[in-house]
Nanobody, 119 residues
Framework: QVQLVESGGGLVQAGGSLSLSCATS????????MGWYRQAPMKQRELVAT???????NYADSVKGRFTISRNNAENTVYLQMNSLKPEDTAVYYC?????????????WGRGTQVTVSS
């Protein structure tokens, strides 16, 4: 069973920074991509950033230039560095890992970590 464990959330003032980490119980190379999603109260979960096994990244327009996703395959960990945080970044952030196997997509999720940005 795949486990994804997030850490690093917390409370920060607007303009500040936070770094999130997600450790996986399985070899990170076994996933086609890993990433971060977030869900604010009363809103749908949305993509924040993803990174493929080859290092290609993708960001939501709302975080481009402020957030950076990276991965350390040796440590089976993916990171999200969040700078210039805004109150609208407040949400529960979820780590995601995607495995494509026999044309089927398997998504794995962490339990989430709260990020709160005060104005």
């Amino acid at each position: 069973q795949v486990q994804l464990v997030e850490s690093g959330g917390g409370l920060v003032q607007a303009g500040g920074s936070l770094s999130l980490s997600c450790a996986t119980s399985r070899n990170a190379f076994s996933f086609n991509s890993m990433g971060w999603y977030r869900q604010a109260p009363m809103k749908q979960r949305e993509l924040v950033a993803t990174i493929t096994s080859t290092g290609n990244t993708n960001y939501a327009d709302s975080v481009k230039g402020r957030f950076t996703i990276s991965r350390n395959n040796a440590e089976n960990t993916v990171y999200l560095q969040m700078n210039s945080l805004k109150p609208e970044d407040t949400a529960v952030y979820y780590c995601n890992a995607v495995e494509l196997r026999y044309s089927l997509r398997y998504d794995y999720w962490g339990r989430g970590t709260q990020v709160t940005v005060s104005s």
